[in-house]
């Protein structure tokens, strides 16, 4: 099965993301902050991992950057989720290395799928 | 538990609810509150329990003049206040999002204001990120003017993009925070001497270019667990010569240094001349704030 990790501090997000991948047959875990979601990305192997770029502990681009210098990482697709400006999300995901990011908030379930589904062919 | 002759008098003033002390509160009730209030910023910033306890004791902040606002036993907002000689700043201020438009950010501002009368604080500045228009107006009607823009500025870890120029003399805290008294233009509250002086693990370099130039930057090297994980706090200051060659230098030298390393700065001020040395170093932009400040009634310099 396919295994998505959310990284995600606000219940309310993290569990829609949850409903609606799982509903689609992914295999969700979930992580609240960034020091969760190493350990269950190191413990899981997911096949791609969302993240937050707002987390408490240490913000996403500093985890995305921690796990894009181990080399399990090195070709999991990582995506950001963010409400941040289209222009800012796309100079930081890039500089950090996500793949690509997908903007709060959710307001296309179906465009969500695709772009989640695009992203683990 | 203290609470202000202004608090005091506001307590079940507004039917709806109540403004009481933050230091009623545990860390845990605050950071909560604090998080819930800003779930749908753009920029939400969120903390946990360690770094609001940071956050508090590294800019001053004094829970027993830093209020939330009460309904039955649901926290609507709360709003922190820093105090140091003569000047408060208010900080973290923020209402649930179901919550606003009902008066609730006006009565934490206004009574904030009076415990900072109450503390005879001559000015009193804040910080609203850029964009953010219900709250710039609501600082605008409580007497708020601006100071000018701030940005928030990323480097992802690498080396820097060319070689630095000239031999730089790597200092320890207390030499580092000696050099920030030698500034002489006014700081935003995060960029003062008493914000880095509170924090750990400031350190510093010296620098002297060929040509005459020569400036220092002090920063600090962040830990999460033990472990080095960024730069922050990154404050430049050239003493004589040419500031961008200056700048320049010195971010390089910095990052030959710790080039593994993330870095992230807050404040730096948008006409500082040694801006466009952080961007040719590979910083970007996050985002923008505006500072603010407002003279108190115990202000006597006009």
Redesign the interface.
């Known amino acids: 099965m396919t295994t998505i990790l959310v990284v995600e ?2 219940p ?1 997000n993290a569990e829609l993301a949850d409903r609606v991948l799982s509903s689609q047959g992914y295999e969700v875990l979930k992580a609240a ?1 960034a ?1 969760t979601g190493l350990q269950m990305a190191v413990e899981r192997q997911p096949d791609l991992i969302l993240v937050d770029l ?6 996403g ?2 985890l995305v ?1 921690w796990m894009r ?1 181990m080399p399990e990482f090195a070709r999991t697709p990582i995506l950001a989720w963010t ?3 289209e222009e ?1 999300a796309a ?2 995901v890039k ?3 996500c793949n690509g990011y997908i903007r709060k908030p959710l307001t296309s379930i179906p465009q969500f799928m695709a772009q989640i589904a695009a992203y683990l062919r | 538990m203290k609470i202000t002759p202004a608090t005091k008098a506001s307590l079940g003033a507004n039917p709806q609810f109540q403004l009481v002390p933050a230091n009623r509160f545990t860390i845990e009730e605050l950071t909560r509150a604090y998080n819930q209030t800003r779930v749908d910023y753009m920029v939400p910033m969120p903390m946990n329990v360690i770094r609001l306890t940071e956050y508090i004791h590294v800019y001053d902040v004094d829970l027993n003049y830093s209020l939330v606002a009460l309904s039955s036993d649901q926290i609507l907002g709360l709003g922190m206040l820093g105090i140091r000689p003569g000047r408060t700043w208010i900080t973290r201020l923020g209402v649930l999002p179901v919550k606003r438009r009902q008066g609730v950010g006006r009565a934490l501002m206004d009574m904030l204001l009076a415990n900072s009368e109450t503390l005879r604080a001559q000015v009193t500045t804040l910080e609203v990120i850029k964009n953010n228009i219900p709250a710039y107006n609501l600082f605008v009607r409580t007497g708020f003017k601006d100071v000018g823009e701030l940005l928030v500025l990323r480097r992802p870890p690498g080396p820097p993009p060319h070689a630095p120029s000239g031999e730089p003399c790597w200092i320890e805290r207390a030499e580092a925070l000696a050099l920030l008294e030698r500034r002489r233009v006014p700081q935003s509250w995060i960029t003062e001497t008493g914000s880095l002086s509170n924090a750990d693990d400031i350190l510093g370099l010296t620098l002297d270019l060929a040509d005459g130039s020569r400036g220092w930057l002090v920063f600090q090297q962040q830990k999460f667990r033990m472990f080095s994980v960024s730069l922050s706090r990154l404050i430049l200051h050239t003493e004589q010569g040419d500031t961008l060659r200056l700048g320049r230098g010195l971010l390089a030298h910095l990052h030959q240094r710790y080039p593994s390393l993330d870095t992230h700065t807050e404040n730096i001020s948008f006409d500082d001349p040694h801006l466009p040395a952080f961007f040719e170093m590979g910083y970007l932009e996050s985002f923008r704030r505006i500072e603010m400040y407002r003279q108190g009634a115990h202000n006597h310099r006009g």
């Open positions: 501090d606000l309310d902050d020091e707002g987390l408490p502990d240490v913000d681009q500093t950057g210098r409400a941040w400006p800012t100079k930081m500089a950090y290395g």
